[in-house]
């Protein structure tokens, strides 16, 4: 059984940083291209960054320079450091797994930024 679990989730100040986790099982992470999404209120899901089992991250237009993806494949997890967070960073984010059609998410977790 599939499982992508995502904490780190929370209420942050703008300017604020938190570091969201993905933790997945049952797949064969290291071979799996991971990404986290997110979905504000009244909008569309988005890709946030992403990191392919090999090539290079990608991120955002509006997360360069303040979000960072990284993922450790012998603890099967993947990370998402949110620095310099503004308002409109908040959203649901999910965590994703893609190999081939396979995909997997997270339930994931709320980040809300206000003051």
């Known amino acids: 059984q599939v499982q992508l679990v995502e904490s780190g989730g929370g209420l942050v100040q703008p300017g604020g940083s938190l570091r969201l986790s993905c933790a997945a099982s049952?797949?064969?992470?290291?071979?799996?291209?991971m990404g986290w999404y997110r979905q504000a209120p009244g909008k569309q899901r988005e890709l946030v960054a992403a990191?392919?089992?090999?090539?290079?991250?990608r991120y955002a237009d509006s997360v360069k320079g303040r979000f960072t993806i990284s993922r450790d494949n012998a603890k099967n997890t993947v990370y998402l450091q949110m620095n310099s967070l503004k308002t409109e960073d908040t959203a649901v984010y999910s965590c994703?797994?893609?190999?081939?059609?396979?995909?997997?998410w997270g339930q994931g977790t709320q980040v809300t930024v206000s003051s």
């Open positions: 994703n797994s893609g190999l081939g059609i396979k995909t997997y």
């Open positions: 049952g797949i064969a992470f290291r071979l799996y291209d």
């Open positions: 990191t392919p089992s090999g090539g290079s991250t």
